[in-house]
């Protein structure tokens, strides 16, 4: 087992990092972009990728 995947990534993204820019920002959008090797693989089934 891997210490840190992209699983473990997108879990705290999602539960957390989101969550409290929405609570600091609640009038914007956030967009987070992710370039390093290791999150690559770090799509939802449906992504589209060009």
Do not use: G, Y
């Given at each position: 087992?891997?210490?840190?995947?992209?699983d473990?990534?997108?879990?705290?993204?999602?539960i957390?990092?989101?969550?409290?820019?929405?609570?600091?920002?609640?009038?914007?959008?956030?967009?987070?972009a992710?370039?390093?090797?290791?999150?690559?693989?770090?799509?939802?089934?449906d992504?589209?990728?060009?």
């Amino acid at each position: 087992e891997r210490w840190w995947d992209s699983d473990k990534m997108l879990n705290q993204v999602i539960i957390k990092v989101i969550l409290i820019f929405e609570k600091a920002f609640p009038s914007h959008i956030s967009i987070f972009a992710f370039d390093n090797l290791s999150s690559h693989a770090c799509k939802v089934s449906d992504t589209l990728v060009a």
